[in-house]
T-cell receptor, first 114, second 112 residues
Framework: KTQVEQSPQSLVVRQGENCVLQ??????????LRWFKQDTGKGLVSLTV?????DKTSNGRYSATLDKDAKHSTLHITATLLDDTATYIC?????????????FGAGTQLIVIP | DMKVTQMPRYLIKRMGENVLLECGQD?????MYWYRQDPGLGLQLIYI???????SEGDIPKGYRVSRKKREHFSLILDSAKTNQTSVYFC???????????FGPGTRLTVL
């Protein structure tokens, strides 16, 4: 059973618009939550990590929130650029795993058009 | 600059052939991982290696084996590849006590 669900599956926005990506998870016990950006044909690049209840992080035009009670996270991208076109993957760490097991969402494919 | 490398980046094999995927890291990380990524699915864990010659099955180990003879190298081996092993394979490494995994660029394997 998928333990990390992302929505929407895909999203098209115009350059300059803002967008919000959602992540819901059922991993228990949960450790941290990390958002990755994956350009087409490339590896995963970490954007931000959230650790604590009600964490909020900011990394340039990317900002993220975490609600551990609701097991929900959002990734906000402001003033999108064409280079933001990528798949964004939500990953939840399993606190019960000594080997650092991660649970991956299937990703949201973001397409930014001119 | 911390780095995880994978070779080759692209590979085409015929069903029944053997496949060797290589992964290297220059961070002296103890733990390394092999994943596969298929369309519409999250990355799935194939194998974990705690250190040299200390490997553990992940969630989908069937049809794969691994080898780790040096800390900086972790190999994924497919003996007699099958068409359903067509996928993108990612290697990752992690330092002890740190939650972050660092990912390689991936190897796109096509089995015909």
């Amino acid at each position: 059973k998928t333990q990390v669900e992302q929505s929407p599956q895909s999203l098209v926005v115009r350059q300059g618009e803002n967008c919000v990506l959602q992540c819901n998870y059922s991993v228990t016990p949960d450790n941290h939550l990390r958002w990755f950006k994956q350009d087409t044909g490339k590896g995963l690049v970490s954007l931000t990590v959230l650790v604590h209840e009600n964490d909020k992080t900011s990394n340039g035009r990317y900002s993220a929130t975490l609600d551990k009670d609701a097991k929900h996270s959002t990734l906000h991208i402001t003033a999108t650029l064409l280079d933001d076109t990528a798949t964004y993957i939500c990953v939840v760490g399993d606190r019960g795993s000594a080997l650092g097991r991660l649970h991956f969402g299937a990703g949201t494919q973001l397409i930014v058009i001119p | 600059d911390m780095k995880v490398t994978q070779m080759p980046r692209y590979l085409i094999k015929r069903m029944g052939e053997n496949v060797l995927l290589e992964c290297g890291q220059d961070m002296s990380h103890e733990t390394m991982y092999w994943y596969r990524q298929d369309p519409g699915l999250g990355l799935q864990l194939i194998y974990i290696s705690y250190d040299v010659d200390s490997n553990s099955e992940g969630d989908i180990p069937k049809g794969y084996r691994v080898s780790r003879k040096k800390r900086e190298h972790f190999s994924l081996i497919l003996d007699s590849a099958k068409t359903n092993q067509t996928s993108v394979y990612f290697c990752a490494s992690r330092d002890r006590g740190d939650a972050e995994q660092f990912f390689g660029p991936g190897t796109r394997l096509t089995v015909l």
